[in-house]
Antibody, heavy 117, light 110 residues
Framework: EVQLVESGGGLIQPGGSLRLSCAASGFTVSSNYMSWVRQAPGKGLEWVSVLYSGGITYYADSVKGRFTISRDNSKNTLYLQMNSLRAEDTAVYYC???????????WGQGTLVTVSS | QTVVTQEPSFSVSPGGTVTLTCGLSSGSVSTSYYPSWYQQTPGQAPRTLIYSTSTRSSGVPDRFSGSILGNKAALTITGAQADDESDYYCVLYMGSGIWVFGGGTKLTVL
């Protein structure tokens, strides 16, 4: 079964750092495009970042320079390193396979990040 | 920056047909934007319905269809059912690796 499980969310103070993980099963992360999408409380979906199978990365302007997407092939896991966190980064963060013509599928269950003092 | 537009809300009667749209604040949506559609109910992760304009994701009933209508991408639901009441999001590829979601449409079935 193809599945994604996120972890690493929590409460963090403004200016702090957090690393999210997304463990994949049923497919190989390094052979696919992988993305992070977030959803602020009561708001819509916002694409955050994509990591291509070839290693190229792209970011939304709202996180560029602060967030870094990466993967560990040995663990079949995707990561999102989030630095200089702001209150507006508060959201449920979903990882998803995709970021290409095939859209985003499947999605993980999400992990909540709350940035507050 | 280009904004992806969706109707904030829509209402359909049970058994009826509804078409939700996904446009651009400037310009027209074409298949080159690889529009895809997602259904989300409160507290749940999004579910993929349509990708690459009109390809249904695995397990999605054929009541859901995608197309380009005029200058927008469109999601049509025929024979609406009560459990179709959800938020629907489209996303477009803007080039240079960048994707932008629309603001979502809240669909009510009543």
């Amino acid at each position: 079964e193809v599945q994604l499980v996120e972890s690493g969310g929590g409460l963090i103070q403004p200016g702090g750092s957090l690393r999210l993980s997304c463990a994949a099963s049923g497919f190989t992360v390094s052979s696919n495009y992988m993305s992070w999408v977030r959803q602020a409380p009561g708001k819509g979906l916002e694409w955050v970042s994509v990591l291509y199978s070839g290693g190229i990365t792209y970011y939304a302007d709202s996180v560029k320079g602060r967030f870094t997407i990466s993967r560990d092939n040995s663990k079949n896991t995707l990561y999102l390193q989030m630095n200089s966190l702001r209150a507006e980064d508060t959201a449920v963060y979903y990882c998803a396979r995709g970021g290409a013509a095939q859209g985003f599928d499947p999605w993980g269950q999400g992990t909540l990040v709350t940035v507050s003092s | 920056q280009t904004v992806v537009t969706q109707e904030p809300s829509f209402s359909v009667s049970p058994g009826g047909t509804v078409t939700l749209t996904c446009g651009l604040s400037s310009g027209s949506v074409s298949t080159s934007y690889y529009p895809s559609w997602y259904q989300q109910t409160p507290g749940q992760a999004p579910r993929t319905l349509i990708y690459s304009t009109s390809t249904r994701s695995s397990g999605v009933p054929d009541r859901f269809s995608g197309s380009i209508l005029g200058n927008k991408a469109a999601l049509t639901i025929t024979g609406a059912q009560a459990d179709d009441e959800s938020d629907y999001y489209c996303v477009l590829y803007m080039g240079s690796g960048i994707w932008v979601f629309g603001g979502g449409t809240k669909l009510t079935v009543l």
